[in-house]
């Protein structure tokens, strides 16, 4: 009875922002994390929400990752003494092994890599990066209407 309990104050959610766009026009496969190098506005700027990742995705140069056409738009009190780039080329921060791995997916297989969601973990920001296979139009429709026949049936289910 010696330990005390220490109260969980309710925290906002780690989730910085999603790319539900990725499930509509990508069957997703494995998915990694992976760290962001970021300066220092861009951090204040994920914090405050001005985040978009709908059109990004990641390369794979010189042994590196790099995240592409994510946008960061700088706050309005940003320091006046550098001159902030919204859509730069950021590094993602991985392990060699997974490194290699996603070159051998990408290369050889012919997968792509697209950042399905961004989050806090431990007061870092993290990516979440999934190799993904592009989906054709039927693919998409046919999705779709699974997806609404399930609900159709919870629906029916409900009733009964």
Do not use: C
Request: charged share 35%; aromatic share 6%; glycine share 6%.
């Amino acid at each position: 009875m010696g330990k005390k309990q220490k109260k969980k104050t309710k925290t906002p959610s780690s989730t910085i922002v999603l790319n539900k766009k990725s499930r509509h026009d990508f069957e997703l496969g494995e998915r990694f994390e992976a760290g962001l190098a970021l300066q220092g506005w861009e951090v204040k700027s994920l914090r405050a929400g001005h985040v978009q990742i709908r059109d990004s995705y990641v390369i794979l140069k010189d042994d590196e990752a790099w995240l592409m056409g994510a946008t960061i738009t700088p706050l309005p009190t940003a320091s006046t003494h550098i001159h902030p780039d919204p859509l730069r080329s950021r590094k993602l921060l991985l392990h060699r092994d997974e490194i290699n791995k996603l070159i051998g997916a990408v290369e050889r297989k012919g997968f792509a890599l697209i950042p399905t969601a961004m989050y806090w973990k431990k007061g870092r920001a993290k990516l979440e990066i999934a190799l993904a296979k592009g989906k054709k139009a039927h693919d998409k429709r046919a999705t779709e209407k699974d997806r609404d026949w399930k609900r159709d049936k919870a629906r029916i289910m409900k009733k009964n």
